[in-house]
């Protein structure tokens, strides 16, 4: 499994080629995990149209509570590549223990709070009475039993990222395919309850999600600490070291209140979305999904953009590190292209092979869920651009810059224009549709103007051969121009 060389794959000769493979297992990875999604939507439309609805209504929420912790394991891919960059395995070894020890200890805390607020959190938002009875009593069953695997959510997304700054993206890819044939394995057999297994609807689908992240969780670790395919982790890097938990936390931070903003712009989009009946609930949770599966590509370039961004610049190489987010834009702009020309041509056959069970509402469901794919299929090039020039901010640890941006095309552009079309022109799900479109657009072009400036061309770590975390050069993390 290992991948050789690979720092000085990413830091010297052509560029193509070491994005597109450390693009590809992302893409794989990003797209595994919309299998896991999509197996839990697929099997539980077969079971009730309510459980989905049940699914658009938890994840935001969810996500609001877990996105701290990931802001952190991204500050930790970030570090890790610049020091793998700079030549410095053993500061990258230590920044990745201590990784694992800060968000092990703080996905324990978010776990409990997710478990004791969940009916608090889907109290606050202002369902239709329908909605009220039908789909938030499943949607807290989900809740419960996923915050109390969140330790092993955790852990898996620590060790892809670490593997990810190290620039090792294959073997994570390996790993989750493992996890995701034990997810849809399982999912059927808990939810509609098959030989020794009961019926369990969407909290088999719950089960299923955490027991496949355990197994990764278990795999991943074993993998860095007993094999060299990423930073070499000694025993000495777990004990709790204030400097470099300092310089994650003053790294993670950014990243994770732009997660955070994210995932409370959701939760804000939810209610707006949870005032309408539940087939447009279950539209909008369907329609998510499958964009998130047609932005894949882009995320792959955007994290391939993120590490090569970090380890050219911890090699004192600036001009590559800009030349790799070009060349990714490009890639990224170019396959959205023509995925926005299919998804606009054929929503409904795209849509229909997810929808089996209530067959009125489904009907309903599957109507406005085209309308959706439809319109915000003209936005695709820019969702594309964006998550690759956020990239390029994170890999270079402007994650203060990220947070801006991704503030500008939530908080600016899409939540208060859903309400204004929604509610003040009375669009309805026209509205909410046209919103989503047009948030990724303000946000791309605003990153884009910003990054041909050039000031983010800077590394936050110590590149001398000494290099170690704690320096005071950590001190610029998120101190953008």
Do not use: C
């Amino acid at each position: 499994m290992a991948e050789p060389q690979v720092q000085n794959d990413i830091t010297e000769g052509e560029l193509l080629g070491p994005m597109l493979r450390l693009a590809w297992p992302m893409v794989a990875i990003q797209l595994l995990q919309v299998a896991y999604n999509l197996a839990d939507t697929a099997w539980l439309g077969a079971y009730s149209s309510n459980a989905v609805g049940a699914l658009s209504v938890a994840f935001p929420l969810i996500f609001f509570l877990i996105s701290v912790g990931g802001g952190f394991t991204a500050a930790g891919a970030i570090l890790v590549a610049q020091y793998t960059g700079a030549k410095s395995d053993g500061s990258a070894g230590l920044v990745a223990g201590q990784t694992i020890v800060f968000v092990g200890a703080f996905s324990v805390v978010i776990g409990l709070l997710g478990f004791l607020l969940t009916d608090a959190m889907l109290g606050v938002l202002p369902a239709d009475p329908a909605t009220k009875t039908q789909v938030i009593p499943l949607a807290a069953d989900y809740m419960r039993l996923f915050f109390l695997g969140s330790p092993f959510l955790f852990g898996f997304f620590v060790f892809v990222s670490l593997l990810r700054g190290y620039g090792n993206t294959r073997t994570p890819m390996r790993i989750m395919f493992v996890s995701v044939v034990v997810n849809v394995v399982l999912d059927p057999l808990l939810i509609f309850g098959v030989g020794p297994f009961p019926a369990m609807g969407i909290e088999g689908a719950a089960i299923a999600t955490v027991f496949a992240r355990a197994v990764a969780t278990v795999l991943g670790f074993y993998i860095l600490f007993a094999t060299t395919v990423g930073p070499t982790i000694r025993r000495e890097h777990l004990v709790p070291d204030l400097p470099t938990i300092r310089d994650i936390v003053r790294v993670g931070v950014p990243s994770a209140a732009e997660q955070s903003m994210a995932s409370l712009a959701f939760i804000t989009l939810t209610a707006m979305v949870a005032t309408f009946p539940p087939a447009v609930i279950a539209a909008y949770g369907l329609g998510n999904r499958l964009i998130s599966l047609v932005f894949l590509p882009a995320m792959g370039l955007g994290q391939a953009t993120n590490t090569i961004v970090g380890q050219n610049l911890g090699a004192g190489r600036p001009e590559r590190a800009e030349r790799a987010v070009w060349i990714a834009a490009k890639l990224a702009a170019g396959v959205l292209l023509v995925v926005a020309l299919v998804v606009f041509a054929f929503p409904t056959t795209i849509l229909r092979p997810l929808m089996s069970a209530d067959t009125a509402q489904a009907a309903e469901t599957l109507r406005y869920g085209s309308e959706y794919l439809r319109i915000v299929a003209v936005a695709f090039v820019a969702m594309g651009l964006f998550p690759v020039f956020l990239g390029a901010f994170r890999g270079a640890g402007k994650t203060t810059t990220a947070l801006v941006f991704s503030a500008v095309a939530l908080w600016i552009a899409r939540v208060p224009v859903t309400y204004y079309l929604v509610f003040d022109l009375g669009w309805g799900t026209t509205g909410i549709w046209t919103a989503v479109a047009l948030g990724d657009v303000v946000g791309a072009i605003a990153a884009i103007l910003y990054f041909t400036r050039g000031t983010w061309k800077s590394t936050i770590v110590d590149t001398g051969d000494d290099a170690t975390p704690g320096a005071e050069t950590v001190a610029a993390a998120g101190q953008d121009d």
